[in-house]
């Protein structure tokens, strides 16, 4: 018989409860106690989700971050926060934010752990940080208390655990030292760990290794096979687990490597599942990841069971079937969307439809198609639906693709033209200060927000609702000195779905969210179809901004390639002609603002990065088409016109050069919680055009003091012409409050205003 499983569940719930519960525990407005039992009953329900299956997993839920909870699993725990007095509750808060409940004081307590993203994806991880004299001991009291408690409720419980080496590849060391002289340490604790877990009537632990979808050198391949050689002897069974990617070069150590089973993103690698099943000794079992736990449309079963069908006669009970990778990546529920187009919504699966198509999988296989014969038949009539509709496919649009021109990518002048021509007009003082976009949306602007979606609140009480945001927004600004303005963004509930809801080929959820980070959900929206723009966008909010001073005010965009990563994509066709038709439309949009008067124009490429694809040999494909569908959107606009960007919580150092090509006039980057670590590529390369390196890290409450901001910016000008560096935050302001904003950005006004006074002394002298 097939078996089933689940790599892994979402963890917000279906009406982000975990969100709620946490932000009001910040606030101090609810117990520890209060918050782990709603953590209990999140669980519990999730199980219940799950409860179809043959095993379900537990350890997968966290209250931020799995691999921070890894972090203190293995007591690997920053010296700066194991100091501090408090539970440990209070320790890994302040991890994982640079602060807890119990710190009172309007300073932070810590300097939070970096963050970046996990692989290719949105999601966002606390990074390791190891040392030389870094001692590991084992803690694994919450795992545990999570087994136990799904134990309770589910015959077989599968606990998941971040493998060793993926764990070392993920952090970093800060003091140069090898990450892998520490492998020996680490793996007495993870045999302490499992010989623990078998202590508690585990029978079978998933041990995720992502790296191996990595191109490895041979050190971390030999770091494979010592680890696992080395844990063979425990009494528990490994279910090797990797995703986001094929093995390639690394299928032979996969298979070899001495574990009781291997799972396979079989949606990802389809060719490699005969090589796997060659290779793979007889007596291990092969999960097969066949449904997209990483995408929302429903799963043609009829071919999946075209080629999976064979693969069971060979494998039989050595076959488990799961989705690609956690579900932690999509929605929980699609029933939960009652207000979808009901032909949408046909084509859509979230987490519990996709567990749902496993089960039907598994029982087509063990008791033939004809025991599913029903289900079968809707899911072909759906499969047929969207390719079929004339809702997809825009004759317009594809035309429009063919008539790109290589011209259509490139600014009319080079950048040390345009940027004489923008000092003489903006006429900025050194280190010119400003944000990233948007400022705190308080309840007051979600309410309104709300009340005019639901009709309880008529378009020009609205809209003058919104002005007077505005005004505020900009009166804010110029009482704190900033050099460039924002208006704000208080009209936009998101970056990626406020400009979507206004282009065809988008739909929306009510329910659709997703973790970011900690608390941070996002509601990725659905491009389903050909996108084209309309109607200006933007044009009226920044138009009215600009009206109210006479400082420069940035108009704030979203970029195509943006767009596109932060969206759940049409899988019918290439990502990169999407990608273009977004470009296509954000280029309208730019030329709309051009001409309503605005010279400053930020294109937020946030999600640049994240659109890698994991082997590197594979970049430069990537980067081509996403850098240029970046030009096609912001180039085709005067030298007068300065073109910003952003990116934020990604290791840049990398692609800088391919950052350079999009030939932006000003990038601002994340660079606060890395301590400027972003400033090593220049050391090797000449960043030509003007770059804002972060300096306030706004995924934390604290407030940095001037002193600290001085010191990353003396660091910056070290390597980056003065004349071409800016000051900002890491990030957009909308989750941080204005009790916050207000003195963190007047320190940073201080830090800039100083830093200017001294190289100003320094050249007089």
């Keep these: 018989m097939v078996t089933t499983h689940n790599l892994g569940f979402p963890r917000i719930g279906r009406n982000r ?36 299956l043959d095993w379900i997993p537990a350890g997968d839920f966290s209250l931020y971050d799995h691999v921070l ?16 007095a408090g539970s440990e509750l209070d320790s890994y808060f302040r991890v994982a934010r640079g602060r807890s409940p119990a710190d009172k004081a309007a300073c932070g307590c810590v300097h939070a752990g970096e963050m970046t993203k996990w692989f290719d994806t949105n999601y966002h991880y606390i990074v390791p940080e190891f040392a030389s004299d870094t001692c590991f001991s084992l803690n694994a009291g919450r795992l545990l208390d999570q087994i136990y408690q799904a134990q309770r409720m589910h015959p077989k419980v599968k606990p998941v655990i971040l493998g060793p080496v993926s764990y070392l590849w993920l952090g970093k060391s800060k003091d140069d030292s090898d990450k892998l002289e520490l492998l020996d340490a680490l793996l007495a604790i993870y045999a302490q760990l499992l010989n623990e877990l078998k202590i508690a009537g585990i029978d079978w ?72 099943i060659d290779w793979l000794p007889v007596h291990k079992i092969l999960s097969l990841g066949v449904v997209n736990g990483r995408n929302i449309w429903r799963t043609d079963l009829t071919a999946v069971l075209d080629w999976l069908e064979p693969v069971h006669v060979r494998l039989r009970d050595r076959l488990w079937l799961a989705p690609s990778c956690s579900l932690l990546h999509v929605p929980v529920d699609a029933a939960s969307e009652t207000k979808l187009d009901r032909e949408i919504y046909s084509w859509l699966a979230f987490a519990v439809q996709k567990l749902d198509e496993v089960a039907v999988l598994a029982k087509a296989l063990n008791h033939g198609r004809e025991s599913v014969t029903d289900i079968l038949r809707d899911n072909r009539a759906a499969i047929s639906s969207r390719k079929q509709s004339s809702r997809v496919h825009q004759p317009p649009v594809k035309a429009r693709l063919q008539q790109i021109t290589n011209a259509m990518g490139n600014r009319r002048s ?66 704190l000195g900033l050099d460039v303005l924002v208006h704000g963004e208080p009209e936009r509930n998101d970056m990626v779905e406020y400009f979507g809801e206004h282009l065809d080929g988008f739909a929306f959820t009510q329910f659709g969210w997703v973790q970011s980070y900690g608390s941070r959900c996002v509601k990725p929206p659905v491009i389903y179809g050909d996108v084209s723009h309309g109607q200006p966008i933007t044009t009226e909010w920044i138009q009215y901004a600009q009206s109210l001073t006479g400082k420069p005010m940035k108009g704030m965009l979203t970029g195509p390639v943006t767009m596109l990563n932060w969206s759940f994509v049409r899988d019918d066709q290439l990502r990169s002609e999407t990608c273009l038709q977004l470009a296509l439309a954000i280029r309208d949009e730019v030329s709309a603002l051009e001409q309503a008067g605005i ?96 300096v306030y890290d706004i995924h934390s409450p604290n407030i940095p003091s001037v002193d600290s901001i001085v010191r990353l910016l003396e660091k910056a000008a070290r390597r980056i012409p003065p004349e071409r560096l800016w000051v900002n935050p890491d990030c957009g302001l909308k989750t941080r409050t204005w009790e916050e904003v207000k003195p963190a950005l007047s320190n940073m006004i201080t830090a800039s205003r100083q830093l200017a006074n001294q190289l100003s002394r320094a050249a007089a002298s």
């Design 17 to 52: 409860e975990l969100k709620f519960a946490l932000e009001t525990y910040w606030k101090g407005e609810q117990t520890e106690h209060a918050l782990l039992e709603t953590a209990d009953t999140l669980r519990r329900r999730h199980w219940q989700d799950q409860a179809q």
């Design 69 to 84: 909870d890894t972090s203190f699993m293995l007591g690997n725990v920053p010296e700066r926060v194991g100091a501090l």
């Design 205 to 276: 632990v998933q041990i995720d290794e992502p790296v191996l979808v990595m191109e490895l050198s041979e050190s971390w391949k030999h770091a494979l096979r010592q680890a696992y050689y080395q844990l063979q002897t425990t009494p528990v069974k490994l279910l090797l687990t990797t995703y986001f990617g094929q093995l390639q070069d690394n299928l032979q150590l996969a298979c070899e490597l001495p574990v009781a089973g291997l799972h396979l993103d079989a949606v990802n690698a389809p060719d490699e599942v005969a090589k796997v």
């Design 414 to 479: 080079p950048y040390p033209q345009r940027a004489t021509v923008q000092q003489n007009q903006f006429r900025l003082p050194l280190f010119p200060t400003t944000t990233i976009g948007s400022f705190p949306q308080t309840q007051q602007i979600r309410q309104t927000r709300r009340d005019f979606r639901a009709g309880q609140l008529a378009e020009t009480d609205y809209r003058r609702a919104m002005q007077q945001e505005i005004e505020r927004c900009v009166r804010e600004q110029e009482a």
């Design 599 to 694: 010279r400053m124009i930020q294109i937020d490429e946030a999600a640049l990065r994240e659109g890698l694809p994991l082997r590197k040999s594979q970049w430069n494909t990537y980067l081509d088409w996403a850098i240029r569908a970046f030009r096609i959107a912001a180039n085709g606009v005067a030298d007068q016109t300065q073109i910003h960007t952003h990116m934020c919580y990604s290791e840049f150092n990398d692609i800088i050069e391919a950052i350079a090509r999009m030939d932006a006039d000003v990038i601002t980057i994340e660079t606060s919680r890395s301590a400027m670590e972003l400033l090593d590529a220049f050391d090797r390369f000449q960043y030509p055009n003007e770059i804002g390196p972060g």
